[in-house]
């Protein structure tokens, strides 16, 4: 073998020792001449480059509103979007109505971007991209709707201005402008512009307050319809919400109003309405219901005398009719509260004892009156009864019964002294019970009615309003442990809006709300 030969084959060997020594002979996994390996598969730091083709997309895109309506937005409520991608996503750019967000990974194929509205947004559907790319810098194609295609309406506009409609007394006898105690509820009419249909599916609620004191909702929200876009929306309040509200108390002026809110909770307080509820449930009282006869005897009669009914009421009451005889004939008001009805005796008339009738007797306001007293029991006087039951009574007596101021003592249960009514407590008064409890307000036909303090005999105490014999309106209720809630109460119980305050001082606001049927 020539130097030349050897000179060469010793370079070759060389080369490939070095190169093995560098690259590790494993990595040689071809055959190239003299048995030596060729081909290289890995670097000698493990570094590695990977083809991605794939373009990234968002499985999943949804939207979400805190809004209570799912698909509406208004001013300050937050809409969040929520992505699913197929992969990790590295770039990410999320503009919501042309305001780009920012947003927050929750894994490396998830994130959210969230965006509160503001007053400079526009009305209309809420438009968002989404821009994204992935960690080869693969630009998935832009997101503008959600996978399930729920859109958001951002509506900042609120419902047109109104005056809230008229208000109407229903039940029994009905009187414009008038409560009486024999309402049963309130209509309020309220309208709706025929031209808004945001109004669709929003709501409703009527406000009241009595004088000076302050507005406060009654009755529940009521849901606007589609029929009711153009027309005025009556709603019926109860007498247990009306006879509620704080303040409620003879001559009380009820204001009343609504406030309307759209879909998107876009709300607008109405003007109230341009007629107030006056509150009169005092029955007129009669008296001197009396007949007489134009003969000179008064209680006789003979064809062609005049016979005169007269009475007297204690406030102005509406025309009444009397029949006698099967005629009618209207009374006539003779003297301010006076009221006489006159009747020709006829040769049809039948003999014996003259009977009449009349119409129901209401004043102005539709309260019923007091049943009539005789003229024989007219007289004044100063009385004091002892019964055999032990009872015993001091004080005035007319038409035949207790009337105006007494003392009236039970025996084994209690004593009462104030004012009375046809044998009945009526008016301010105080009781004592033997067991130690006591009462002292106003009544009204013998129960508990206005302004009155109850002390229990266990040391508990309430200060309030009362309703036929119950609690009802504004009251405090003191426990002898010193708790005390302030509130208000319906049929003797704790309905609506309160406070309790505790004996260590701690106040907590309470609402209780359903009221007792």
């Known amino acids: 073998m020539s130097i030349v030969e050897l000179s060469f084959r010793y370079t070759i060997i060389n080369y490939f020792v070095l190169l093995s020594l560098a690259l590790g002979q494993d990595q040689l996994n071809r055959e190239g001449p003299y048995g030596a390996k060729t081909v290289i598969s890995n670097t000698s730091d493990g570094s590695k480059v990977s083809l991605d083709k794939t373009i990234p997309i968002l499985e999943v895109v949804e939207l979400s509103?805190?809004?209570?309506?799912?698909?509406?937005?208004?001013?300050?409520?937050?809409?969040?979007?929520?992505?699913?991608?197929?992969?990790?996503?590295?770039?990410?750019?999320?503009?919501?109505?042309g305001r780009e967000v920012n947003h927050m990974d929750l894994t490396e194929s998830q994130f959210y971007a969230n965006y509160f509205f503001k007053d400079s947004d526009n009305d209309g559907i809420v438009n968002f991209e989404i821009n994204f790319s992935d960690s080869s810098g693969n630009q998935g194609v832009v997101v503008k709707s959600s996978t399930d295609g729920n859109n958001i309406i951002f509506d900042k506009t609120h419902p047109s201005d109104f005056t809230t409609g008229p208000i109407i007394s229903d039940g029994g006898n009905i009187i414009p402008d008038s409560w009486n105690s024999t309402n049963t509820h309130l209509v309020v009419n309220v309208p709706i512009d025929q031209n808004d249909t945001t109004l669709i599916n929003g709501t409703l609620q009527l406000y009241a307050k009595i004088g000076a004191n302050k507005w406060e909702n009654i009755g529940q929200k009521v849901k606007i319809i589609p029929e009711d876009l153009g027309k005025n929306k009556s709603i019926n309040i109860k007498e247990i919400i009306i006879e509620s509200i704080t303040g409620f108390k003879e001559n009380g002026v009820i204001d009343i109003k609504a406030t309307i809110e759209d879909i998107a909770g876009n709300e607008t307080k109405g003007a109230p309405s341009k007629n107030k509820i006056i509150i009169d449930q005092t029955p007129p009282l009669?008296?001197?219901?009396?007949?007489?006869?134009?003969?000179?005897?008064?209680?006789?009669?003979?064809?062609?005398?005049?016979?005169?009914?007269?009475?007297?009421?204690?406030?102005?009451?509406?025309?009444?009719?009397?029949?006698?005889?099967?005629?009618?004939?209207?009374?006539?008001?003779?003297?301010?509260?006076?009221?006489?009805?006159?009747?020709?005796?006829?040769?049809?008339?039948?003999?014996?004892?003259?009977?009449?009738?009349?119409?129901?007797i209401i004043d102005i306001q539709?309260?019923?009156?007091?049943?009539?007293?005789?003229?024989?029991?007219?007289a004044v006087l100063d009385t004091t009864l002892n019964f055999e039951n032990g009872n015993k009574f001091v004080g005035?007596?007319?038409?035949?019964?207790?009337?105006?101021?007494?003392?009236?003592?039970?025996?084994?249960?209690?004593v009462y002294s104030g004012n009375w009514l046809d044998g009945k407590k009526h008016g301010e008064g105080t009781m004592v019970w033997d067991d130690g409890s006591k009462y002292e307000g106003g009544w009204a036909l013998d129960e508990f009615s206005g302004d009155g303090t109850y002390y229990y005999n266990n040391g508990d105490t309430y200060v309030g309003e009362w309703k036929k014999g119950k609690k009802y309106g504004k009251g405090v209720f003191s426990w002898k442990s010193g708790d005390v809630y302030e509130g208000n109460w319906v049929e003797g119980k704790r309905s609506g809006s309160g406070v309790m305050i505790m004996q260590n001082g701690e106040k907590w606001a309470v609402r209780v709300l359903n009221p007792p049927d």
């Open 396 to 414: 005035k007596w007319r038409f035949g019964n207790i009337n105006g101021f007494g003392y009236y003592k039970w025996d084994g249960i209690g």
């Open 65 to 97: 509103i805190s809004n209570k309506n799912s698909k509406h937005a208004s001013i300050g409520d937050e809409l969040i979007i929520r992505a699913t991608a197929s992969e990790g996503i590295v770039t990410k750019k999320i503009l919501i109505n």
């Open 286 to 360: 009669i008296s001197r219901m009396t007949i007489e006869s134009s003969n000179g005897y008064p209680s006789k009669a003979k064809i062609g005398d005049e016979i005169t009914i007269s009475f007297q009421a204690d406030e102005k009451i509406q025309n009444p009719s009397f029949i006698i005889y099967g005629k009618e004939t209207m009374a006539e008001n003779k003297d301010g509260f006076v009221w006489t009805i006159t009747h020709i005796m006829q040769n049809s008339d039948p003999e014996g004892e003259i009977k009449f009738s009349h119409t129901p």
């Open 366 to 378: 539709g309260n019923p009156a007091i049943p009539v007293r005789k003229k024989n029991n007219d």
